[in-house]
C-alpha cells in the first residue's frame, strides 16, 4: 500500500526507522502519528527469528508503539543491504536509531556517511548515556536510566529502599526529546538546507526530567529525599483515606488552604498554629496529614471530591487503568482509539495527547508486519522484479 499518512502536519517528510524495544519507537511514533512517511526497517526473519525484546509483534505493546508505519525488511550486515539503504537515504529527511553507539560506525550508517549521500539528512540517535564519555560502552536500560538518573532516589515511602517509578520514563523521554529535537532540526533546515546529527540519551533525559527537584540541588544544594505520596514541597498534597478508599487532594498554597479547610468544616486547622503558614505545615507534616486523614475517613471518595473541586481545592478519584478508560473526561479526551488490524483484528491503541485543530493526528494504519511493504518500497526505488527476487534469495531483504 502507498503511504497513508496519520496526518497532513508532517506528510511531507520520510522518516527511515531503525529503532528497537522502546526509547526509539516513542520517538518515531510522534513522527508517524504526526503523518511523516516512516519506513520501519527490520533485519530479514531467516537471520532474526527470536522474539525481540520488544515482546511479542501482535501483543499490545508493539501494536502501540509502531501504528502509522509501513515495513519492509533489509540486513545492514550487509554491504548490498547498506547500499539499498543509501538509496533510501538519498530520499529521506530523517533516519532514527537507537543502536549501541559504536554499532553505527561498524554498519557504516553514521552521521558522516550518511551526510555524505544527503546533506539535508537529519539522523536521530538515541543510547543509554551519550554518544561518547567514559560510559559510551555500557548497555542502556531504562531501570538503570531511574536509578542513575536520580529519580529512584525520590520514589517511594522514606525509609523503604528507593522505587522505580511504574513506567519506563527514561526510556519514554529520551524518546519524546529526541522526537522534539528532530522536528526542531526540520525547521532549522528551511533556513540553513542542512540537516544535523541529534542525539539523546536515557540517563540525560531522565536528568532533565527532574526539573525542580534536580534545581533544588544545583541552586540550593538541598538533596531530595523520598517524600512517598507526599508533595516535596506543596504541604499539603497527597494521598488521604476516604471512608470507601483513597483520593488526591493538593490544598498547596495559602489561598486554597483556606479553600480546603472551609470545605471540610474544618476552620480550627486555620486557626492552628502549628499550621498558619506553609513553612509551619512543612514543618508539622506528619501531625496535619494525620489530622486530615482522620477527618477525610468520615465520607465517601465521591463526597469529597465534589465538595473540594466545587470550592476551588484539586482533588480527584485514584484510578486503576480500567477506570482510567472509562472516566468520562477521558473518554471525551477520545484517548483511546480504534483501528483495523489484518493480523490482530479491531484494537483500540492510546491516541496523541495533543491535538491539533487543523491537521490532527489518527490511527491511520495498525502495525506492520515484519516485510509487508518490501517489494513495493523496493520498486519505488526503481529495482526490478528480477532483482528484488535476488535479494529474497540472498537474504538481503
Known amino acids: ?37 516512516v519506513i520501519k526497517i527490520e533485519l530479514p526473519e531467516a537471520l532474526d527469528a527470536a522474539e525481540g525484546l520488544g515482546g511479542k509483534r501482535h501483543g499490545p505493546d508493539f501494536q502501540n508503539l509502531h501504528r502509522n508505519k509501513r515495513g519492509m525488511t533489509l540486513n545492514l550486515k550487509d554491504p548490498d543491504g547498506v547500499a539499498v539503504f543509501m538509496r533510501l537515504v538519498e530520499k529521506a529527511d530523517v533516519v532514527v536509531e537507537n543502536y549501541r553507539p559504536d554499532v553505527k560506525n561498524r554498519l557504516g550508517i553514521d552521521y558522516e556517511s550518511l551526510k555524505a549521500v544527503n546533506p539535508r539528512v537529519i539522523l536521530g540517535s538515541i543510547s543509554g548515556f ?27 515511602e522514606p525509609g523503604k529502599g528507593p522505587m522505580r517509578a511504574g513506567i519506563p520514563v527514561a526510556d519514554l523521554c529520551a524518546g519524546l526529546l529526541c522526537a522534539h529535537g528532530i522536528m526542531v532540526a526540520l525547521l532549522e533546515r528551511e533556513q540553513s538546507g542542512e540537516g544535523q546529527w541529534v542525539d539523546s540519551s536515557l540517563l540525560a533525559a531522565q536528568i532533565f526530567m527532574l526539573d525542580f527537584q534536580a534545581a533544588r540541588w544545583l541552586m540550593d544544594k538541598d538533596v531530595p529525599q523520598q517524600a512517598g505520596n507526599n508533595h516535596p514541597t506543596s504541604i499539603p498534597t497527597g494521598v488521604f483515606e476516604t471512608a470507601d478508599g ?15 479547610c472551609k470545605a ?65 473526561q477521558v473518554e471525551h479526551l477520545a484517548m483511546a482509539e480504534s483501528v483495523r488490524s489484518d493480523a490482530v483484528g479491531d484494537i483500540e491503541l492510546v491516541a496523541q495527547a495533543v491535538k491539533l485543530s487543523r491537521t490532527p493526528s489518527t490511527l491511520a494504519v495498525a502495525p506492520p508486519e515484519r516485510g509487508e511493504h518490501t517489494d513495493e518500497i523496493l520498486q519505488d526505488l526503481g529495482f526490478g522484479a528480477d532483482e528484488i527476487s535476488d535479494m529474497h534469495q540472498r537474504n538481503i531483504v
Open 1 to 37: 500500500m502507498p503511504h497513508k499518512a496519520a496526518s497532513s502536519a508532517l506528510s511531507r517528510y520520510t522518516v527511515l526507522d531503525l529503532t528497537r524495544v522502546r526509547a526509539g519507537p516513542t520517538c518515531v511514533r510522534q513522527l508517524a502519528d504526526w503523518g511523516a512517511n
Open 130 to 156: 551519550g554518544q561518547d564519555g567514559p560510559y559510551v560502552g555500557r548497555p542502556g536500560f531504562d531501570q538503570i536510566a531511574q536509578g542513575m538518573g536520580g529519580l529512584m532516589s525520590i520514589t517511594g
Open 246 to 260: 483513597y483520593i488526591n487532594i493538593a490544598a498547596t498554597g495559602q489561598v486554597i488552604w483556606e479553600r480546603f
Open 264 to 328: 471540610m468544616d474544618a476552620e480550627d486547622l486555620m486557626a492552628d498554629s502549628r499550621y498558619a503558614t506553609g513553612a509551619a505545615r512543612s514543618e508539622n507534616r506528619d501531625a496535619l496529614n494525620a489530622e486530615i486523614n482522620r477527618r477525610t475517613k468520615e465520607k465517601d471518595s465521591a463526597t469529597w471530591i465534589d465538595f473540594f473541586n466545587e470550592a476551588g481545592v484539586p482533588a480527584g478519584e485514584i484510578n486503576t487503568i480500567d477506570q482510567v478508560f472509562a472516566d468520562p
